[in-house]
């Protein structure tokens, strides 16, 4: 059975700081991983999909990975802004569970100003 | 994209009580899909919400707690049945894949948050 993990749960830093968050799966069997941001008490915003057969895509600040062998994914985010404060869910769609989506508990970020 | 609307937004109700939940989204799509959020929690998925046929649940949520409803190809409802106070949460609809692009793009509506009295 597919499992997401994100570390860390909750993170903390100062504006204009570079960071990363981790996403890890345990069946390599996926057809893509999303990102998503959540603002609290909000639904989920799409952030960037990154099909099995890619490396990485890009918008903006942000740039996500994927190395589907070891089970992986960050999200890396380039000169943190406060506006940047939200969760942040890894999901991937695996092929195991019929195509569902399959998240992760999610990583809090704070940016400080 | 797909834009995806719910309605209602917020509600807060009484043990015993039913609310239906309304989604709908600009453009056709090929699959529709139920979450609920528990307060601190991530997502969960109720059911996948079939057009023209029942809807095919997930382990552990029922039909006659959560009837849903999907009468064509860009709307659907989730009641919220015999409510109590676990069934407070956030309730999302979600789409993947429109009928011009199965990007498999998954994407979320605003949500709506039900508090149970």
């Known amino acids: 059975k597919q499992e997401v993990t994100q570390i860390p749960a909750a993170l903390s830093v100062p504006e204009g700081e570079n960071l990363v968050l981790n996403c890890s799966f345990t069946?390599?069997?996926?057809?893509?991983l999303q990102w998503f941001r959540q603002d609290p008490g909000k639904g989920l915003t799409s952030l960037l999909l990154i099909q099995s057969s890619q490396r990485e895509q890009t918008s903006g600040r942000l740039n996500a990975s994927l190395d589907k062998s070891s089970g992986r994914s960050t999200l890396y985010i380039a000169a943190s802004q406060p506006g940047d404060s939200a969760t942040y869910l890894c999901?991937?769609?695996?092929?195991?569970?019929?195509?569902?989506?399959?998240f992760g508990q999610g990583t809090e970020l704070s940016v400080k100003p | 994209s797909a834009v995806i609307s719910q309605k209602p937004s917020r509600d807060i109700c009484q043990r015993g009580t039913s609310l239906t939940i309304q989604c709908q989204v600009d453009s056709q799509v090929t699959m529709m899909f139920w979450y609920r959020q528990q307060p601190g929690q991530s997502l969960t998925l109720i059911a996948t919400a079939n057009q023209g046929s029942e809807a095919t649940y997930e382990s552990g949520f029922v039909i006659d707690k959560f009837p849903i409803s999907r009468p064509n190809l860009t709307f659907s409802t989730l009641t919220v049945s015999n409510m109590s106070p676990e069934d407070s949460s956030i309730y999302l609809c979600?789409?993947?894949?429109?009928?011009?692009?199965?990007?498999?793009?998954?994407?979320f509506g605003p949500g709506t948050r039900l508090t149970v009295l």
């Open positions: 979600s789409v993947d894949g429109t009928l011009a692009n199965s990007y498999n793009e998954q994407f």
């Open positions: 999901a991937v769609k695996a092929y195991n569970q019929g195509g569902k989506l399959i």
């Open positions: 069946d390599s069997a996926i057809y893509n």
